[in-house]
Nanobody, 122 residues
Framework: QVQLVESGGGLVQPGGSLRLSCAAS????????MGWYRQAPGKQRELVAALTSGGNTTYQDSVKGRFTISRDNGKSTVYLQMNNLKTEDTAVYYC????????????????WGQGTQVTVSS
């Protein structure tokens, strides 16, 4: 299995910045895609940003130009740099990683992080 550990959430004022990190660890695996989702109270979990192994990125319209997803290949870590944060960005943010376990039998996996709270408030 592949485990994910998130960090970097917290309380920030509107207009501020935060950087979330998600480190993947486990037995031999390859990563096809990494992404960040968020879930606000009373709402469904939604995709915020995603990054494929080929370098393609996808962003939710509401975060385009403010959030940047990136990856440190050597550390199997994905980051979400969040700038110009707004109150509506308040949510629990979850990391998601999909790929293949390379130990026989080779199989697909999908893992979720434990979630990290981001609160944007004055």
């Amino acid at each position: 299995q592949v485990q994910l550990v998130e960090s970097g959430g917290g309380l920030v004022q509107p207009g501020g910045s935060l950087r979330l990190s998600c480190a993947a660890s486990g037995s031999s695996f390859s990563i096809n895609a990494m992404g960040w989702y968020r879930q606000a109270p009373g709402k469904q979990r939604e995709l915020v940003a995603a990054l494929t192994s080929g370098g393609n990125t996808t962003y939710q319209d509401s975060v385009k130009g403010r959030f940047t997803i990136s990856r440190d290949n050597g550390k199997s870590t994905v980051y979400l740099q969040m700038n110009n944060l707004k109150t509506e960005d308040t949510a629990v943010y979850y990391c998601n990683v999909r790929g293949y376990i390379l130990i026989f039998p080779v199989r697909e996996f999908g893992s979720w992080g434990q979630g990290t709270q981001v609160t944007v408030s004055s």
